[in-house]
């Protein structure tokens, strides 16, 4: 999967077998926009047919994990909400190669959910998750 097939948001690097999928929106701690939810199962398919990429790392960029879903985005009904959001973090939750999010920083709301489909949560020292401190 090349770099320039993720939407705005998203940066893909693969070394050694392993895979890094930062999302990357630090002037918004990382708030996803609708475009990143609805790509994220290709997304997700395509580094499951990676046979380069043996295991995936979720992160953020600029010291935080996600602040969730971007607020700007949020102007929908609930069922188109959840349209979108579910299935890509179904799409985490189920894709073959093992998957760990490495979390510093905020990690709420969506953010937490991503986080949560991940097989391995790995958190550094003053995470915080939904406005409580890990340390």
């Not at 948001?9 to 050694?16: D, P």
């Not at 609708?34 to 043996?54: K, Q």
């Not at 179904?90 to 510093?104: C, N, Q, R």
């Amino acid at each position: 999967m090349s770099d320039h097939a993720l939407v705005e948001g998203f940066e893909l690097t693969v070394s050694g077998g392993i895979g890094t999928l930062v999302l990357s929106r630090p002037s918004k701690r990382n708030a996803l926009s609708r475009e990143m939810w609805l790509a994220l199962p290709d997304i997700m398919a395509a580094i499951d047919a990676d046979p380069g990429i043996e295991v995936l790392v979720l992160t953020g960029a600029g010291g935080h994990f996600s602040a969730g879903s971007d607020i700007g985005d949020l102007n929908v009904p609930l069922a188109d909400f959840w349209a979108a959001n579910a299935p890509a973090e179904e799409a985490l939750a189920s894709v073959d190669v093992p998957t760990i999010a490495a979390i510093e920083g905020n990690c709420v709301g969506g953010g937490t959910e991503l986080a949560a489909a991940c097989d391995v949560r790995i958190a550094a020292p003053g995470t915080i998750y939904g406005g409580r401190s890990t340390g």
